[in-house]
T-cell receptor, first 117, second 115 residues
Framework: GDSVTQMEGPVTLSEEAFLTINCTYT??????LFWYVQYPGEGLQLLLK?????DKGSNKGFEATYRKETTSFHLEKGSVQVSDSAVYFC????????????????FGRGTQLTVWP | KAGVTQTPRYLIKTRGQQVTLSCSPI?????VSWYQQTPGQGLQFLFE???????NKGNFPGRFSGRQFSNSRSEMNVSTLELGDSALYLC??????????????FGPGTRLLVL
């Protein structure tokens, strides 16, 4: 079945350091891929997404490229800030056939990022 | 445009009781999904509703149920609560446009504690 494997945390970085959080997936079809972020005490916020191979999603300095050949969607940021401290989730949405409008999300276990000033 | 809202935000119940959680999707969104988040199991899919019909269901016991109303608002119910039901319950809505791989937008969640 569909699944997402995400780099285990926690990840601790100094401000302005480079961030990579690895994410790989298993899917039978051609899923869409997402990164969500969760701040303490809050729900999930969409960070970025990519819907087909070689697409690059980007937002707030974060980027991830949909790599079908390596089934990966790694999250990167060139210079992290203290305000980026949160839990990051990689997710995929399965495709359920022509004409289907619906899909469920499969999530990785999340990666806790802490950025120190 | 207002985001997904969930009520109540916090809830304390005792074992054996039942609970109903409510979710109002973003205006115009027709699909509502529910997820359970726990430290041990992570984020797990409960069920998904579209046009008042359950279209997909995760691997949870029958104590977990839900419904969707004609205005797309949704409720989920958990009967005979167990300690292990303590979790953050997240609701997500999407446009469910035909042919699109739509994005799900999440609410702030309801944190349920079962004593």
């Amino acid at each position: 079945g569909d699944s997402v494997t995400q780099m285990e945390g926690p990840v601790t970085l100094s401000e302005e350091a480079f961030l990579t959080i690895n994410c790989t997936y298993t899917a039978t079809g051609y899923p869409s891929l997402f990164w969500y972020v969760q701040y303490p005490g809050e729900g999930l916020q969409l960070l970025l997404k990519a819907t087909k191979a070689d697409d690059k999603g980007s937002n707030k300095g974060f980027e991830a490229t949909y790599r079908k050949e390596t089934t990966s969607f790694h999250l990167e940021k060139g210079s992290v800030q203290v305000s980026d401290s949160a839990v990051y989730f990689c997710a995929l949405s399965d495709h359920r056939g022509r004409g289907s409008t619906l899909g469920r999300l499969y999530f990785g276990r999340g990666t806790q990022l802490t950025v120190w000033p | 445009k207002a985001g997904v809202t969930q009520t109540p935000r916090y809830l304390i119940k005792t074992r054996g009781q039942q609970v109903t959680l409510s979710c109002s999707p973003i205006s115009g969104h027709r699909s509502v999904s529910w997820y359970q988040q726990t430290p041990g199991q992570g984020l797990q899919f409960l069920f998904e509703y579209f046009s008042e019909t359950q279209r997909n269901k995760g691997n949870f016991p029958g104590r977990f149920s839900g419904r969707q109303f004609s205005n797309s608002r949704s409720e989920m119910n958990v009967s005979t609560l167990e300690l292990g039901d303590s979790a953050l319950y997240l609701c997500a809505s999407s446009l469910a446009r035909i042919g699109d791989q739509e994005t799900q937008y999440f609410g702030p969640g309801t944190r349920l504690l079962v004593l």
